[in-house]
């Protein structure tokens, strides 16, 4: 079976949540048998295609973009060309240039969808493209959403339940990066025994304004990892609040990253806003058996992190609580511990690579077979 996601990024072009997810359903569902190649656009010259972690990627001409949305001349014809020779269309939504590309390639697959996100920042041009999105959903075979908590939120995915899936993203922690003794060694001389740790690319939904507010006099340091769009304005913030207990260490290596999540005491991830619809590295924090700290948003993040089990949930956009539950949790290292064990469980439990890819394999020769969906991945999200 060959399979064509594309999505307006991709790895290692661009690092972000929707990115690793695409990496990991393709990764993964290579390794149950599934050929997959990734369409996606970069500015990089003279960049086609190339293997990459076991699937082939493609790369059509970023031209311009407009309010956030890729375009391309070239992907009309590279998409049309990619999509002629699969059996299954795997879509990442949202991406107004890719419904545009579904109808005028003319090519007629059965689709998937994951629908990753509502489109919650661009409010004034959403009116203009609601009526191709809905058609564009309404076209699909299947949509998948990657938690129940997002699909009882979001009044697009409400709209075409019907036709709605839940299957979580998973991560295979046999493929994570395991650091040297002198990378462990380096970040543990530089930043203590003790920290939190946020991981991602620093935008503007990630509550890092949030964060910052609510470091001021804390006895503990923060450590903030990744680079992104507000990076400057975060690093004024500190600077205003006359903050000394937090450290920006800008993008780095998957090893460094690594030997941060293990050597961590907790991870706090503060975003506030509905574009956070997961929390990949939330889920790697899971992974790495952290006690975690995040906000109610009415997404994956209270999927993955739930509270008194694996850690706080607390009032988005409020630093007071914010702080208290940081507090919390400093002071209590022996139910911080009992919280990352629980966090631990509940990742090999539900949030696996091979439970993800197996459950999408599933979905590719349902769609193949002309079967319903089947009764683990339906929207009532009961096997979660």
Not at 106 to 134: C, E, F, W
Not at 234 to 251: D, E, M, S
Request: hydrophobic letters at 40%; charged letters at 20%; aromatic letters at 12%.
């Amino acid at each position: 079976m060959r399979v064509l996601h594309f999505f307006k990024t991709a790895l290692p072009d661009t690092m972000g949540g929707v990115e690793q997810g695409i990496d990991q359903i393709a990764r993964g569902t290579t390794k149950l048998g599934i050929t997959c190649n990734v369409l996606s656009l970069s500015r990089a010259p003279n960049l086609k295609t190339f293997p990459f972690n076991g699937y082939r990627r493609y790369c059509a001409n970023l031209d311009f973009e407009l309010a956030s949305t890729g375009f391309s001349y070239s992907a009309f014809g590279l998409y049309r060309q990619l999509a002629s020779q699969s059996d299954v269309i795997h879509y990442h939504f949202p991406w107004p240039f890719m419904d545009l590309v579904h109808f005028a390639a003319g090519v007629r697959k059965p689709a998937v969808v994951t629908y990753h996100s509502d489109i919650v920042r661009q409010t004034l041009l959403l009116p203009l493209y609601r009526p191709l999105m809905n058609r564009f959903l309404a076209d699909v075979d299947r949509v998948v959403a990657t938690s129940a908590n997002y699909l009882k939120t979001s009044d697009v995915l409400k709209r075409i339940e019907r036709k709605v899936s839940i299957i979580p993203f998973g991560i295979d922690q046999h493929t994570c990066v395991v650091p040297s003794s002198a990378t462990i060694a380096h970040w543990r001389n530089r930043l203590g025994p003790r920290f939190f740790l946020f991981v991602g690319v620093l935008r503007y939904y990630k509550g890092l304004h949030i964060l910052l507010e609510a470091l001021q006099g804390a006895p503990f340091p923060a450590v903030i990892v990744g680079s992104g769009p507000i990076e400057s304005a975060l690093k004024t913030q500190a600077t205003r609040l006359r903050l000394k207990n937090v450290h920006f260490l800008g993008f780095l290596p998957e090893e460094d990253k690594a030997a941060l999540f293990g050597l961590s005491y907790a991870i706090v991830f503060p975003s506030h806003l509905r574009s956070e619809a997961f929390g990949i590295s939330l889920l790697e924090g899971a992974m790495y058996g952290k006690p975690m700290i995040s906000s109610e948003i009415g997404t994956g993040t209270t999927f993955i992190n739930l509270d008194g089990i694996t850690g706080r949930v607390v009032p988005r956009g409020d630093a007071g609580a914010l702080r208290r539950a940081m507090d919390d949790l400093w002071a209590r290292p022996e139910d911080a511990a009992s919280m990352g064990e629980r966090a631990y469980d509940r990742y090999r439990q539900l949030f696996t690579s091979e439970k993800m890819s197996r459950s999408y394999v599933n979905m590719y020769d349902e769609l193949l077979s002309g079967a319903p969906a089947r009764a683990d991945v339906t929207a009532s999200g009961a096997a979660f």
